[in-house]
């Protein structure tokens, strides 16, 4: 399965928001996804819209 993301950040502090969805290559939202940010122990799963947030970046 292909799958591919968004993602769209805030930062201004470290109390930043990164949020983005999670699709197939159809354009279908993929529940349970686990999407971390890099060097970092934060992360998030997708909701059933394939959406998530992740605060205090």
Do not use: H, W
């Not at 993602?7 to 930043?16: D, E, H, L, P, Y």
């Amino acid at each position: 399965m292909n799958t591919c993301g968004t993602v769209a950040a805030k930062s201004f502090a470290q109390n930043a928001t990164i949020s983005g969805s999670v699709r197939t290559s159809d354009g279908e939202p993929v529940e349970l996804v686990t999407v971390n940010v890099k060097g970092t122990a934060k992360g998030a799963l997708t909701d059933r819209n394939g959406k998530y947030p992740i605060r205090n970046v």
